[in-house]
């Protein structure tokens, strides 16, 4: 297959650009989706209400009049004759388009209505006129240096080059069965939509698409999986196992026993263990991993818990050497930044088996690693290792017993389906004494309130989270944004109080450092743009403040939730929105994240796709597992029947998608 580069137009400039996206190859370009479309569509002035976003052409019906602010702002004002009436138009920082606005010239403006003015105050305005049909644009997430326009063009340039290689994976039965048009149309239309109806049946095509794959490979590990006595067989001394778990100073929750037994059974069962620990945040599954490691230690072999990142790594490895403190267990951190000479040194004592326990990121899973006798692999939050590392992690070396924990809760029907392979054990039950974190949802103009609270909550030496204002389009304005609300904060608390900011584009080790000064309350506010470090443990911030919180799936806003209320003092957590109260509120009332993931779930609401996105829950493209549960359902059907299908073994899509899983 072709490489990115050689699409025609990506040069090497172009090339890392588009690799900062996470677009490396051809299928990633042409599997880019659009996140959404501007319908341009002609509005009727006279039925458009006040504050509506609006499209109208026309004609331009008078030389705009420009004004130069300080700073480099300028706005230029005219009026525009339309088929619905006469209408003001102003717009900022277009200066550059005064001389293309001559009187006569034909225009499409897109921006909000104000009806009392009768003007809009445009946000685009576009040469030319719309046709009587409307006009779907789609919409990229880009970055700073690549446009909309840019990431079209390579798009299109890709299928045109490329499209009859791009691998489609529906088997041709399915394909029939159902009518879909093959791969490069639907493609084709995906990118370039003439009317809603064609977007839409492309849409649900190429979401069954990507389910039926990845079903295909959870149905193939599945299998694989239940092949019997596959596992390492083992006796666990259970007096000294409970022993050890009588030393924990506090006392472990029914649901939390109930767990460890299920794990046990598992480990003592000549079948592999695969299963997935889910618990609200907070619920306190990492004691009862810890407690699995402990029963694997004792019968013999070594165990791995992986972390999604370095500064969660760290935390576990910190919790671990803490609860073994009276034991002569060996433990071990590895990580990115583990220097060279730490790492051989690790590396050797894992394969002669001195280590007998290792925590880490995804350097655990690296090919240089050779582990003397591991017999159980655990994974923290889950739902950020996809299907390939999951099968990454079973393949190494001997088959260890595997558990994977969750902090993401999943109603049980869809927990089934999802992580299909697995067995499920579920701790719903809070350790005693937890507190109820106090909600309030908040309109835009109540910001000073919420600057109040911010301020009470800090002279009681306590420390603020704030989720800065998502801006979808591209990440340049995602920082502007955040850079804003930093002086805002500085502007409010900055003489008191130390504020500072991490977000998703920055490296690794920064972002640490700068968690680790939050931990070490050398931070006080800590403004992030996204969901950055889920697990995180600082008891000491009681407050959190999520803006645009209506962007968020409420699954997603409980897991933030729950970064604060980790300490003995009252928290509280502020949502931010204008809009979507109503689900919001659901969050005032409730704080268990098995109700509020069934009511999201039923919701379905078009916000949680975004949300799902940001937090990385499933690495889908296009198909979101709540809304489109139906087409997943009839995919996992498919799917299976299509792998157990002998007479299929031959077929070259069914070898692919086989390997795919092998090669991570
Ligand atoms: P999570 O499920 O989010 O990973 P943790 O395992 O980090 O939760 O537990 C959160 C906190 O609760 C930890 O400080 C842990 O020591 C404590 N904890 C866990 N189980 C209990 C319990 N049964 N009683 C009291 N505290 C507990
Ligand atoms: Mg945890």
Redesign the pocket.
Known sequence: MAELKDVKGIGPKALSLLNKINIYTINDLVTHYPFRYNVLQRCDLTKANDGDKITIDGKVESMPILMRFKAGLNKMNFRLVTQSGIVGVSIFNRAFMKSQLMVGTGVTVVGKFDKTKNVITANDIKLGILTNQAKIEPVYHCTNGLTNKNMSTYINMALLMYGKEIIDYIPEVYREKYNFVNKKTALNIIHNPSTKEKLKEVTIRLKYEELFAFMFKINYLKKENKKKNSGLVRTIDKNKLDKFIKK??????TD?LKAVDEIISDLESPNRMNRLLQ???????????FIGMVANYLSGYQSALMAPTEILAIQHYN?LVEFLKDTDIKVALLTGSTSKKDKNEIYKELKDGTIDMIIGTHALIQDEVEYNNLGLVIT?EQHRFGVHQRANLQNKGIRPDVLF?S?TPIPRTYALTIFGDMDVST?KER????QKIDTFVKKNNEIKDVLQMMYNELKLGHQVYVIAPLIEENENSDLTNVNELKDQMKLAFGSKYKIDIVHGKMASGAKDIIMNQFKNNEVQILISTTVVEV?V?V?NATMIVIFDADRFGLSTLHQLR?RVG?GSSKSKCILISDSDTERLKIMEKEDDGFIISEEDFKLRGQGDLFGTKQSGDMTFNIASIKNDYKILLQAKKDSNEYLLNKETDKDDLKKVLINEIAEG
Do not use: E, H, W, Y
Not at 248 to 253: A, E, G, R, S, V
């Open positions: 924990i100073p506090f006392k472990l929750t939390q618990g609200d945040v907070g619920s306190g599954k990492t004691v009862v991993a919790n923290d924990m902090a701790i350790p005693k004494g937890r697990g443990d008891p729950g980790r």
